[in-house]
T-cell receptor, first 111, second 112 residues
Framework: QKEVEQDPGPLSVPEGAIVSLNCTYS??????FMWYRQYSRKGPELLMY????GNKEDGRFTAQVDKSSKYISLFIRDSQPSDSATYLC???????????FGKGTKLSVIP | NAGVTQTPKFQVLKTGQSMTLQCAQD?????MYWYRQDPGMGLRLIYY???????DKGEVPNGYNVSRLNKREFSLRLESAAPSQTSVYFC???????????FGDGTRLSIL
């Protein structure tokens, strides 16, 4: 079992919808959590970075970490066609030099 | 600000040929990474360099070698390319291991 599990989708939503993307993880040592967005034929770009449990908001994006249930979420409000991309979650432990990535969820926002 | 630059962007090789993928970062980051990304497999770590002068194996190191040339540059070498190494290769860097990594736009490699 991979340490970070992510539903690959694809997920298709109408423009303006609220999108919920989720990951689960198994390693209790993970303390740092990230969401990356990857457009086709591009490298992943960092969207959100959080430490330990709690919420972090940045514009239309909210990242949520629940360490008790080992659950990571990304919410996108008022989704736009430009949000169509693959979203990758990632996690890391203290002192680790490596990130563990989920396999990514492909999102399409339909105008 | 270029960030992480990978060259070449595309390459086609024949089985058995050798190839070096180049990566350079201009963010003064200490750590650098090489990943491969395949459909349905996600990003898999090949090798990483925690700091200048050190390299370590990742999840899928077989068939690859790396060189941390200096703090800016980290190259990936395929000594004898195989069709199973057809993939998109990404280089990344970060200032500290558990901090977010910054990625290049990839090298698309096809081995016939």
């Amino acid at each position: 079992q991979k340490e970070v599990e992510q539903d690959p989708g694809p997920l298709s939503v109408p423009e303006g919808a609220i999108v919920s993307l989720n990951c689960t993880y198994s390693n209790s040592a993970f303390q740092y959590f990230m969401w990356y967005r990857q457009y086709s034929r591009k490298g992943p770009e960092l969207l959100m970075y959080t430490y330990s449990s709690g919420n972090k908001e940045d514009g239309r994006f909210t990242a949520q970490v629940d360490k008790s249930s080992k659950y990571i979420s990304l919410f996108i409000r008022d989704s736009q066609p430009s949000d169509s991309a693959t979203y990758l979650c990632a996690a890391s432990g203290a002192g680790s030099y490596q990130l563990t990535f989920g396999k990514g969820t492909k999102l399409s926002v339909i105008p | 600000n270029a960030g992480v630059t990978q060259t070449p962007k595309f390459q086609v090789l024949k089985t058995g040929q050798s190839m070096t993928l180049q990566c350079a970062q201009d963010m003064n980051h200490n750590s650098m990474y090489w990943y491969r990304q395949d459909p349905g497999m996600g990003l898999r770590l090949i090798y990483y360099s925690a700091s200048e002068g050190t390299t370590d194996k990742g999840e899928v190191p077989n068939g690859y070698n790396v060189s941390r040339l200096n703090k800016r540059e980290f190259s990936l070498r395929l000594e004898s390319a195989a069709p199973s190494q057809t993939s998109v290769y990404f280089c990344a860097s970060t200032n500290q291991g558990n901090q977010p990594q910054h990625f290049g736009d990839g090298t698309r490699l096809s081995i016939l």
